[in-house]
């Protein structure tokens, strides 16, 4: 073979060896970009914080909730509104992640929504919703907070929901069931919604906003409860189903003599996780459950605690344009963390000042008090970190574990101050091992 031919055994590898030195060039320019993106981003106190987006339910929430406190804005919910229809479905339904199926909950949500915004049920984009919603099951097969939110405005019966009595935060730690044992995010749902569920709220509204079609076959009481598990006559879903007939029968006859001590309970509990923190638990269900509960406890629209509350929701809101659109929560202490990371594997020099601000910001929000968590691991002593600009009841394991990646990667003026920090970081995740040898986010021990 001609050694001047591009096939030649001599011409291989120097373009084997071109095609590499033009990719590694071609990294290290992307590398860079990246980099001076980042930077771009970065806010003036050190941290980062990017958009975590959610599914169109947070939107539909948003309407119920204003509706049902009647402090509802009319282009507000259109904006909202639009957002919802940017997302329905090919099919007519909506979906809880981005290209995924119609998701019945999510669907019936939107298409009350809605109908709460002005929509009527013969606009098209209701129309195709409506086919799809009866296609899937109707109303009966959505989920329990679906429901319980529908029988604040009458559409369902409280009756037929599950029993979410405020008595079980009376429940001792040792039980076999108590708050502690549920997951941290469902417990701070849980407390809020048991108090709704007790006040049983209603607002009435007009039939025609209502979601009386979606109903397969009618709204036929008997096909509204759970059903039995027929197969299995002795399973812990029928086990479950006579508990919660049982409560229903004591709600319906009032023979209820702890709920003024468990609402009580429950009021304090909620009110106290309020503090340091951005609205109960810091993510969207509780804080908005929460909101609707000091209502049903009889706070006022000007009380001190409502105002916070909702405060702290609609700093979730994000207005562009003509849409609204909500976020779950807010995550500064990841963003931070994995951009300190990434940063200092890109090659950006551990003492840059920039990441010394980071550490700086993040160091800060180092948990210093026992939460939730030290129900389950009383040993252990204070040292992670959360997900949020504040959440003091909730530091998890996973963020701490990514601040000390991240910190990792920077020479602080204080070491002594850093390494000390971190030190307790680790002696926190540590003590927060399960006995299975692994690690649950929140809490110890808790499947």
């Known amino acids: 073979m001609d050694e001047s031919s591009p096939y030649s055994s001599a011409a291989v590898p120097q373009m084997r060896f071109g095609k590499i030195d033009d990719l590694v060039s071609r990294v290290a320019v992307a590398v860079d970009g990246a980099r001076k993106y980042l930077?771009?981003?970065?806010?003036?106190?050190?941290?980062?914080?990017?958009?975590?987006?959610?599914?169109?339910?947070?939107?539909?929430?948003?309407?119920?909730?204003?509706?049902?406190?009647?402090?509802?804005?009319?282009?507000?919910?259109?904006?909202?509104?639009?957002?919802?229809?940017?997302?329905?479905?090919?099919?007519?339904?909506?979906?809880?992640?981005?290209?995924?199926?119609?998701?019945?909950?999510a669907s019936v949500k939107a298409y009350f929504g809605l109908k709460l915004a002005g929509f009527t049920s013969d606009h098209p984009a209701l129309a195709r919703a409506r086919k799809k919603i009866l296609e899937l099951g109707g109303v009966t097969q959505v989920n329990t907070f679906t429901k319980i939110y529908l029988c604040f405005f009458g559409q369902y019966d409280y009756d037929a929901v599950p029993a979410v009595p405020p008595e079980i935060v009376l429940f001792p730690n040792w039980f076999w069931f108590n708050i502690y044992e549920i997951s941290s995010w469902s417990r701070a749902i849980l407390v809020p919604l048991?108090?709704?569920?007790?006040?049983?709220?209603?607002?009435?509204?007009?039939?025609?906003?209502?979601?009386?079609?979606?109903?397969?076959?009618?709204?036929?009481?008997?096909?509204?409860?759970?059903?039995?598990?027929?197969?299995?006559?002795?399973?812990?879903?029928?086990?479950?189903?006579?508990?919660?007939?049982?409560?229903?029968?004591?709600?319906?006859?009032?023979?209820?003599?702890?709920?003024?001590?468990?609402?009580?309970?429950?009021?304090k509990w909620m009110l106290e996780r309020f503090e340091m923190s951005d609205g109960l638990g810091a993510i969207y269900p509780?804080?908005?459950?929460?909101?609707?509960?000091?209502?049903?406890?009889?706070?006022?629209?000007?009380?001190?605690?409502?105002?916070?509350?909702?405060?702290?929701?609609?700093?979730?809101?994000?207005e562009e344009g003509d849409t609204f659109r909500m976020q779950p929560c807010m995550s500064p202490v990841w963003d931070a963390a994995y951009a300190l990371f990434a940063l200092g594997e890109a090659g950006v020099p551990a003492n840059d000042p920039r990441l010394v601000r980071c550490a700086d910001w993040i160091l800060q929000k180092q948990v210093r008090k026992p939460g939730d968590w030290k129900v389950k691991n009383p040993k252990g002593e204070p040292g992670g970190w959360y997900f949020e600009f504040n959440n003091e009841f909730?530091?998890?394991?996973?963020?701490?574990?990514?601040?000390?990646?991240?910190?990792?990667?920077?020479?602080?003026?204080?070491?002594?101050?850093?390494?000390?920090?971190?030190?307790?970081?680790?002696d926190w995740v540590l003590s927060m091992q399960c006995k299975n040898g692994g690690w649950a986010s929140f809490d110890k021990d808790n499947d």
């Open 286 to 318: 509780s804080m908005m459950n929460a909101i609707i509960a000091l209502r049903c406890l009889g706070y006022s629209l000007d009380d001190p605690q409502v105002i916070r509350a909702l405060d702290e929701f609609e700093k979730l809101g994000i």
């Open 194 to 267: 048991s108090i709704c569920y007790a006040k049983k709220p209603f607002k009435k509204i007009p039939d025609e906003m209502g979601v009386e079609e979606l109903f397969v076959g009618g709204r036929d009481k008997s096909r509204m409860h759970l059903h039995w598990d027929k197969e299995k006559k002795i399973s812990w879903r029928n086990f479950f189903l006579v508990l919660d007939r049982i409560e229903h029968w004591f709600e319906r006859v009032h023979v209820r003599p702890l709920r003024t001590v468990a609402l009580k309970k429950a009021e």
């Open 39 to 105: 930077f771009s981003q970065q806010h003036e106190e050190g941290y980062w914080c990017g958009e975590l987006e959610a599914d169109t339910t947070l939107e539909s929430d948003y309407i119920l909730l204003h509706t049902l406190l009647g402090t509802g804005n009319a282009e507000r919910f259109q904006k909202a509104a639009r957002h919802i229809l940017n997302h329905q479905n090919e099919d007519g339904g909506w979906s809880i992640y981005a290209s995924g199926p119609s998701n019945i909950s």
């Open 394 to 426: 909730y530091p998890d394991v996973d963020d701490t574990a990514m601040v000390c990646l991240g910190l990792s990667r920077v020479e602080h003026p204080n070491g002594r101050y850093q390494s000390e920090s971190v030190q307790r970081a680790l």
